[in-house]
């Protein structure tokens, strides 16, 4: 039910966030097809801890804060690196170990890596990620486990 209730305060605020109508007909409107989608939702079975993750809700604004230090950090770098050309890029592929059990985790991990510029997470199989990075300096900073720390962190 908690997730029911989640949900339903998700899609009215992004509703409300994207009407900006604010009439009573367009309210009615509104709220008849928020209860359709959470009637259908509920049909399908798809109102779980997976489409509402309700246990990261107290830790991930502190991640969050901590992953958009990171992107601009690298993007940073990344303009460093286009900058000096060819003398400074080196790109790696490699297979980095994660410490995350869930499904969940594991996701989020590997979109932070793909979310910070210069690296990309190519491939996830059982606990490894194969990344590929701009320069090796990325690489030794994703085996160094901060963000790998962070999200198991998140994730529990």
């Given at each position: 039910m908690?997730h029911t209730i989640?949900?339903?305060?998700?899609?009215s605020?992004?509703?409300?966030?994207?009407?900006?109508?604010?009439s009573?007909?367009?309210?009615?409107?509104?709220?008849?097809?928020?209860?359709?989608?959470?009637?259908?939702a509920?049909?399908?079975?798809?109102i779980d801890?997976?489409?509402?993750p309700l246990?990261l809700?107290?830790?991930?604004?502190?991640?969050s804060?901590?992953?958009?230090?990171?992107?601009?950090?690298?993007?940073?770098?990344?303009?460093?690196?286009?900058?000096?050309k060819d003398k400074?890029?080196?790109?790696t592929?490699?297979?980095?170990?994660i410490s995350?059990?869930?499904?969940?985790?594991k996701?989020?991990?590997a979109?932070s890596?793909?979310?910070?510029?210069?690296?990309?997470?190519?491939d996830l199989?059982?606990?490894e990620i194969i990344?590929h990075?701009?320069v090796?300096?990325?690489i030794?900073?994703?085996?160094a486990?901060?963000?790998d720390?962070?999200?198991t962190?998140?994730?529990?």
């Open positions: 908690k989640s949900l339903f305060i998700t899609l605020a992004f509703w409300l966030l994207n009407s900006g109508h604010y009573l007909l367009i309210l009615s409107l509104g709220f008849a097809s928020i209860i359709l989608i959470l009637v259908i509920h049909k399908m079975d798809v801890q997976e489409s509402q246990h809700t107290p830790d991930i604004f502190g991640y804060a901590w992953l958009i230090k990171e992107v601009v950090l690298s993007n940073i770098s990344v303009v460093k690196h286009i900058w000096l400074s890029i080196s790109p592929l490699t297979t980095i170990k995350q059990q869930t499904d969940m985790g996701l989020i991990y979109n890596i793909t979310l910070t510029p210069g690296t990309v997470a190519i199989v059982k606990d990344v990075a701009l090796d300096k990325d030794e900073t994703l085996n486990g901060e963000m720390r962070r999200v962190r998140l994730e529990r």
